[in-house]
């Protein structure tokens, strides 16, 4: 590993939690969706040795992964690849433009409030709801800007429209999500991974393997904070909220890192025909809504 910066992002990964599963479904939709979705799992063992995870881990991680529901097995000959199972694709291409293209509502004075009755309806609505970007001011109330779309599970919900000034929106946020958790991991995130624009920056050329180690390893931190933020309009946001910051420095470093890491990809990703195939047109478009000038600082 050739710079500090991305060796103490490494040891902060290492002192977390095991997260091996979660790291491999990063490292499926970031970087083997847009190039096929299959890959060898020799491809998947030579990326997470970078790491220093074992390899016993990580067929473990893998096996459970399958076992969940959310990667396939193909065998040819001796060698098993994985993909993304259809479950597991569809949950992380529902991820993906939250992620890379977010589009904030147009908050125009109005909440959309489901009202969910107690058992089992409002357990299985809860995660349903909280990925759509709804809130809970309370138990079994759930509150949107009137443009988020309801998910199915809880399309039996009583559905009221309510309206609100900006003061009273705002107060009915700051009930509703943990915005102030949320600020404090993007400022967290930009904390983390701003020492690396120097490296990446400078006038050394950065090798393929720290390319691609850093461009996972700064998606997935990156994703597990923008997930959590319901994307709710100025409006309704607290003073000085530092997602655009965090949003300008991901799209700055994923952009600078992206040409090295799908070098590596070239070179070590395998699928069952062979090489990996080149990445398709939705790879070009991640962080489109970040203006261009801005890639350029």
Same mark, same amino acid.
């Given at each position: 590993m050739s710079h500090p910066s991305l060796s103490r992002i490494v040891s902060r990964f290492k002192r977390e939690p095991s997260r091996t599963g979660s790291l491999i479904i990063t490292f499926y939709g970031d970087a083997i969706l847009p190039r096929g979705g299959s890959v060898w799992l020799g491809t998947l063992l030579q990326f997470l040795n970078m790491l220093g995870t074992?390899?016993?881990?990580?067929?473990?991680?893998?096996?459970?992964?399958?076992?969940?529901?959310?990667?396939?097995?193909?065998?040819?000959?001796?060698?098993?690849?994985?993909?993304?199972?259809?479950?597991?694709?569809?949950?992380?291409? $529902?991820?993906?433009e939250h992620v890379y293209n977010p589009h904030p509502s147009n908050w125009a004075g109005r909440f959309e409030l489901l009202l969910i009755g107690n058992g089992a309806d409002r357990e299985a609505s809860r995660a349903?709801?909280?990925?759509?970007?709804?809130?809970?001011?309370m138990p079994g109330v759930w509150v949107?800007?009137?443009?988020?779309?309801?998910?199915?599970?809880?399309?039996?919900?009583?559905?009221?429209?309510?309206?609100?000034?900006?003061?009273?929106?705002?107060?009915? $946020? $700051?009930?509703?999500?943990s915005l102030e958790r949320t600020a404090e991991s993007y400022r967290e995130f930009v904390k983390t991974f701003a020492p690396l624009e120097g490296w990446i920056g400078g006038a050394d050329k950065v090798a393929p393997a720290d390319a691609i180690l850093a461009r996972i390893l700064l998606i997935?931190?990156?994703?597990r904070v923008i997930l959590r933020d319901?994307?709710?309009?100025?409006?309704?946001?607290?003073?000085a909220w530092p997602a655009l910051e965090a949003r300008e420095l991901c799209a700055r470093l994923y952009q600078a890192l992206l040409p090295p890491s799908e070098s590596w990809l070239d070179e070590h990703g395998e699928s069952v025909t062979g090489s990996l195939p080149s990445p398709g047109p939705e790879l070009g478009r991640r962080f489109s809504d970040?203006?261009?000038?801005m890639l350029q600082k």
């Open positions: 074992d390899g016993g881990v990580v067929r473990t991680a893998v096996s459970r992964l399958a076992a969940d529901g959310w990667l396939d097995r193909d065998k040819a000959g001796r060698k098993s690849f994985y993909k993304l199972a259809k479950s597991g694709r569809e949950r992380f291409e $529902a991820a993906v349903a709801l909280t990925e759509a970007g709804f809130g809970s001011p949107a800007p009137s443009d988020v779309p309801v998910p199915s599970i809880a399309e039996g919900a009583i559905r009221l429209e309510v309206s609100a000034d900006d003061a009273m929106g705002r107060q009915l $946020a $700051a009930a509703s999500w997935h931190h990156y994703r319901p994307l709710l309009p100025a409006g309704l946001l607290p003073p970040v203006r261009s000038d």
